[in-house]
């Protein structure tokens, strides 16, 4: 037989939280000593166990009462409780999701500001099925094969970082010239990049790159919105960066 302080030292329950249990006749002491000291045994200690795991599995306190008294249906009300699980596993992912793409944004734009947040947020919003209607309208079943390799800002794989890293570099300098060194070392990374992770399919990118190029038609396709000041300077610095490694390029056949 245990006092209360003693069930709390080995339990790691606070006295408190025990009477509380105690109060709403979740956890009644075995028997209570003639000086008023709450007296807990080894049933009242399995009970206690089962609260603490119940509540573990995110269990409400009404819920396990009922469960311990066995005045309800476990297999129902485990199935419930994994839906319920489920479901909050998706809404963490989703806030996952949307803040590391804030935080993708703010490594693009060059900090966070009240703009950025309110483009993320009008981002966020957007009706997913209209995107993915308008996706399929846009491209055939290869070309959305080729989508879901892109760089996506939602994301933190390797590939997306690197992306989105490069963005952020080339924001950095976007008032240099894009003829300058920095610029085109940067613009070379991402040819090299292009060149390895969508090699044969130079139709796309060009498809994808005039997408981009129009806000209207890239913020329908679920596209992050790049400043239009910022995707002309990325333009010029291809341009440049072309011009430089295949000055005949148009004469080739």
């Keep these: 037989m245990l006092t209360i302080h003693n069930v709390s030292k080995q339990t790691g329950i ?13 956890l009644l002491p075995t028997t209570k000593t003639d000086g008023g000291h709450r007296i807990y045994g080894e049933n009242e200690l399995k009970t206690l166990q089962q609260i603490v795991f119940l509540k573990a599995l995110g269990f409400k306190l009404k819920e396990i009462q009922k469960l311990i008294t066995n005045s309800w249906e476990w297999e129902a009300s485990l199935d419930h409780q994994l839906s ?11 806030m996952e999701s949307a803040i590391l793409g804030l935080k993708n944004a703010s490594a693009i734009e060059g ?14 919003i957007q009706d997913q099925e209209k995107k993915q209607a308008f996706r399929q309208q846009m491209f055939v079943a290869a070309e959305m094969d080729l989508i879901h390799k892109l760089p996506n800002i939602n994301r933190n794989d390797p590939n997306s970082l690197e992306w989105i890293g490069l963005l952020g570099q080339l924001e950095q300098l976007s008032n240099e010239n894009p003829e300058a060194d920095s610029v085109q070392c940067i613009i070379k990374r991402m040819m090299e990049k292009a060149k390895v992770e969508y090699k044969g399919n130079e139709e796309f990118l060009e498809k994808m790159w005039a997408i981009r190029m129009s806000p209207q038609i890239a913020e329908q396709v679920g596209l992050y919105p790049l400043k239009e000041a910022f995707l002309h300077f990325i333009e010029q610095a291809f341009n440049v960066y072309e011009a430089k490694n295949h000055p005949f390029g148009d004469l080739q056949k």
């Design 84 to 94: 319920f699980v489920v479901e909050e596993q998706k809404k963490l992912q989703q």
């Design 14 to 26: 606070s006295v408190r939280t025990l009477r509380y249990y105690e109060e709403i006749g979740l």
């Design 111 to 124: 900090g966070l500001t009240e703009s950025l947040i309110q483009k993320f947020i009008k981002l966020s």
